[in-house]
Nanobody, 119 residues
Framework: QVQLVESGGGSVQAGESVRLSCVASGGVFSIGAMGWYRQAPGKQRDLVALITSRGSINYATSVKGRFTISRDNAKNTVYLQMNSLKPEDTGVYYC?????????????WGQGTQVTVSS
C-alpha cells in the first residue's frame, strides 16, 4: 500500500523554525514531483513549494526567502524547512507526490500535519 507520511508539525512562536518531513513508502517504483501544500482554517489548499525529480523548485510568493524545500531520493523523502514563521503560516500542511506504482502514475497525498504559529 503506497502512502505518504508527514512528521514535524507543532506549535511555535512567530520567528521560530519548523522542519517537516514526508516519507513515501509501499513499494513505489519511481517518484516524480513532490510538494507541500497548506490549508488554513476555512480556506482552500494552496501550494507552498514544489520540487521536481530533477531538483527544479517553485515557491509560493508568500514563503520565498523563508522556506526551503529539498528531497532525498535515496530515502524517498521530501523536506520543508520553514524559518521566520509568521502567524499566517498556520495551517495543516500536506505532502503531495506523483508516484509510479504498479503500472501507472498517480498523485498521492499525506494525512497532513498541523503547524500553528502564535504571535
Amino acid at each position: 500500500q503506497v502512502q505518504l507520511v508527514e512528521s514535524g508539525g507543532g506549535s511555535v512562536q512567530a520567528g521560530e523554525s519548523v522542519r517537516l518531513s514526508c516519507v513515501a513508502s509501499g513499494g513505489v517504483f519511481s517518484i516524480g514531483a513532490m510538494g507541500w501544500y497548506r490549508q488554513a482554517p476555512g480556506k482552500q489548499r494552496d501550494l507552498v513549494a514544489l520540487i521536481t525529480s530533477r531538483g527544479s523548485i517553485n515557491y509560493a510568493t508568500s514563503v520565498k526567502g523563508r522556506f526551503t524545500i529539498s528531497r532525498d531520493n535515496a530515502k524517498n523523502t521530501v523536506y520543508l524547512q520553514m524559518n521566520s514563521l509568521k502567524p499566517e503560516d498556520t495551517g495543516v500542511y500536506y505532502c503531495n507526490a506523483n508516484m509510479y506504482y504498479g503500472s501507472s502514475w498517480s498523485v498521492y497525498w499525506g494525512q497532513g500535519t498541523q503547524v500553528t504559529v502564535s504571535s
